[in-house]
């Protein structure tokens, strides 16, 4: 009588049940890695001060320019001086889970929105002020395709992804 026999090797069983156990730690531990490099990346774009403007300067309306007048001398900064304080206050929110994670930029100074935000005034654009919605975009669209190449790393028990 002819019996066959068949030997398994379970090392690549074994290999897979290892990964997905320790996916979650790693996937956290390498993303966390990459979040860090990204938010870096775009931190020193937003920061990114254009030279002092000597251009004509375009307002958005005259109610606009009066505001900011007024605003300049109250504040006893006419003739305008930049004092770095916007750029100073962009920061980095880092947050690590073993769902993947999450970055994000803030900058807590009222006048934010309209040098590199929603409502930027022409001659921030004219002067070549960095576009906060601009670099977010940016930095979202890589933040996710390293999300993926991550993931793929930590799964693939034979990429080399160390915890």
Do not use: C
Not at 79 to 95: G, Q
């Amino acid at each position: 009588m002819f019996r066959p026999s068949v030997t398994v090797d379970t090392d690549i069983l074994d290999a897979i049940a290892d990964a997905a156990r320790t996916a979650p730690k790693q996937m956290a531990t390498q993303f966390k890695r990459q979040q860090q490099r990204l938010a870096s990346q775009g931190l020193e774009d937003l920061t990114a001060e254009p030279p002092e403007w000597t251009g004509k300067r375009r307002w958005k309306s005259d109610k606009q320019r009066i505001l900011v007048i007024i605003k300049l001398k109250q504040a006893d900064n006419l003739p305008y001086r930049r004092d770095h304080s916007l750029v100073k206050a962009w920061k980095v929110v880092l947050e690590a889970t073993e769902a993947g994670g999450l970055f994000a930029y803030e900058n807590n100074r009222p006048e934010v929105a309209f040098v590199q935000g929603d409502w930027t005034q022409p001659m921030h654009l004219d002067s070549g002020w960095p576009q906060a919605g601009v670099i977010v975009a940016k930095y979202r669209e890589l933040a996710e395709d390293r999300l993926i190449e991550t993931w793929y790393t930590v799964i693939d028990p034979f990429a080399g992804a160390k915890g």
